[in-house]
């Protein structure tokens, strides 16, 4: 590390403040086109529902400051480290926090998606963004990119203390017929024809933090897809079907996010949650990782073993 100077990239999804930057906010993500007056009224009522804005922005941006608390009091590094906030759909940009890390004289990096689990239609979305920053900049700076930590130790035990406390929201006599339900954001059906690992990685996050809290038996659903032509099942399925065999009580873990957002706060808190009640079945949800020790602490080894070369329950992306 002599001569050169680290800074850590943190990424995430990003999301709207205020019901005033929705429709910017979706049109970033429609690649410059604007949602229909229909589908726009539909996102401002869900983020209505759920207090006006996404905190995803607000959370993100207490991960990076712990991290880098973290990282700089434990001395975990040989030097003092910092930590930047990109976003793929929101300010800041993914491109916007790059230019700052090289006009802050970074010369190394390493950049850490908050999704722990690969896919050519997520986390290789987020790579290609920082990577056309770079080239359009003319910048030397290099990245270290964590393609996958969705087995990593850490983040297994976080989830299952989640699953635990999570668990406690249930009656003591019927805690043992709660069913655990596992979910994570849908994609397209296509990416199985790509052989895209990310149903494999999910898989694994979810049989690890089974195993963690000794559930034998535990199910899992995609939720959020935007068409029928989406991997399934969805969560709303997968409901109906546990109510057909007769479970009434059932603990939602979505594995697949790290933190509060419109995909945890509307559609399992306020959607999937009604869905219940209509089925006679009592829903709740675990806590999300948001700001966690065990999170924090899950990046921070993530962070020092990149430093040097090291994959530790994580892999890098290839340099391709």
């Known amino acids: 590390m002599v001569g050169r100077k680290w800074g850590i990239l943190l990424m995430a999804y990003g999301g709207p403040n205020s019901l005033e930057e929705v429709e910017p906010y979706y049109t970033h993500i429609l690649r410059g086109r604007k949602p229909s007056p229909e589908t726009l009224q539909d996102l401002v009522d869900r983020y209505r529902a759920i207090g006006g804005k996404s905190p995803i922005n607000e959370i993100t941006f207490a991960q990076a400051r712990l991290l880098q608390d973290y990282l700089n009091t434990q001395s975990l590094t040989p030097e003092l480290l910092s930590v930047y906030v990109g976003m793929k759909h929101w300010h800041p940009y993914i491109a916007e926090t790059i230019a700052r890390m090289v006009q802050d004289g970074v010369t190394d990096a390493v950049g850490i998606i908050l999704a722990p689990h690969f896919s050519r239609r997520s986390v290789a979305e987020y790579i290609h963004y920082a990577r056309e920053a770079l080239q359009q900049l003319g910048a030397s700076m290099q990245i270290r990119f964590i393609a996958s930590w969705a087995t990593h130790p850490l983040l297994l035990e976080c989830f299952a203390n989640k699953v635990r406390k999570g668990l406690e929201q249930f009656a003591p006599e019927v805690r043992p017929q709660a069913q655990l339900l596992f979910t994570a954001h849908s994609l397209p059906q296509r990416i199985l024809e790509w052989n895209d690992p990310y149903p494999e990685e999910l898989r694994r996050t979810a049989e690890g933090v089974a195993q963690r809290v000794g559930a034998e038996e535990w199910h899992f659903a995609y939720q959020s897809a935007s068409g029928d032509d989406w991997l399934g099942p969805d969560i709303l399925e997968k409901l109906e079907e546990l109510a057909q065999q007769g479970h009434r009580y059932v603990?939602?873990?979505?594995?697949?996010?790290?933190?509060?957002?419109?995909?945890?706060?509307?559609?399992i808190d306020i959607e999937a949650r009604q869905k219940a009640e209509e089925l006679g079945m009592m829903l709740r949800r675990i806590e999300m990782p948001n700001t966690d020790p065990l999170l924090i602490q899950a990046l921070a080894d993530i962070v020092v073993c990149a430093l040097h070369g090291r994959e530790n329950g994580f892999r890098f992306a290839e340099l391709t």
Do not use: Q, S, T
């Open 251 to 267: 603990l939602v873990a979505p594995i697949g996010f790290l933190c509060d957002h419109l995909e945890v706060l509307y559609d």
